[in-house]
């Protein structure tokens, strides 16, 4: 199959403060937000992308963008709402200080596979959707550029997480053990017999080594010489 390369927005005004956003419209990258996404369209620059898929959100629209910017070639670019942040409910707009007092926290905490957020969506269907948006474009670029094929999903941090937790093979509840920062960059691979995940949250780093694609097969016992240079 192809690969998958994972980037968060930015930062934005309402990371900045202390708000949960969620689909809130008008919810734009700030300056830190915007050279950070620039800092990942750098780093991403010399891998030649076949296509880049985005939330709808403003904020994940403009991450694209700075990516774009920084691509030789013209990738496909779509939107899909599948990718879109979860849908917190009432929470969404509230100061992430008064929701850690609410008797919902905890269990978002600890065990997020059995949590409903009032007026909103399941944690459960926001993995459920998002990976499999995730699984599908990767099929479809494979079958149309190859095995070798590298694109980028921009989206946000839960649903990074989400998807990160059924690569990993790892219980939703276990989910909040994964950080993803603002604009960072997390690598997976779904091979024929399963995911590997080549890495998560990195924020710096020489990424050319994916321009020719991932070389998959079997584990290598004992971790293997890596990746090829280009």
């Not at 990258?29 to 296509?51: C, K, S």
């Not at 990074?160 to 604009?183: C, E, V, W, Y």
Request: charged share 15%.
């Amino acid at each position: 199959m192809a690969t998958v390369i994972l980037v968060r927005h930015g930062r934005t005004t309402a990371n900045a403060t202390g708000l949960l956003a969620g689909r809130a419209e008008g919810v734009d990258l700030d300056e830190v937000g915007r050279n950070q996404a620039a800092l990942t369209g750098a780093r991403l620059a010399p891998v030649p992308l076949v296509g880049l898929v985005s939330s709808p959100l403003e904020r994940c629209r403009q991450t694209t963008q700075l990516i774009l910017d920084r691509q030789a070639g013209t990738p496909n670019t779509t939107v899909d709402p599948d990718l879109i942040e979860c849908d917190y409910g009432q929470w969404q707009g509230r100061a992430l200080r008064d929701l850690a007092s609410e008797d919902l926290w905890p269990m978002v905490q600890s065990q997020p596979s059995a949590v409903v957020f009032p007026g909103g969506e399941s944690m459960a269907g926001m993995q459920a959707r998002s990976v499999a948006a995730i699984r599908r474009h990767d099929a479809a670029f494979h079958a149309e550029y190859g095995p070798g094929a590298v694109w980028v999903a921009v989206s946000h941090g839960d649903i990074i997480k989400s998807i990160l937790a059924d690569a990993l093979g790892m219980h939703l509840d276990l989910f909040q053990r994964i950080n993803i920062g603002p604009a960072s960059v997390s690598i997976v691979h779904y091979g024929a017999s399963r995911p590997t995940v080549y890495a998560t949250n990195t924020t710096a780093g020489d990424l050319s080594w994916l321009s020719n694609g991932i070389s998959a097969g079997d584990a290598p016992v004992g971790g293997g010489a890596g990746q090829k240079a280009p």
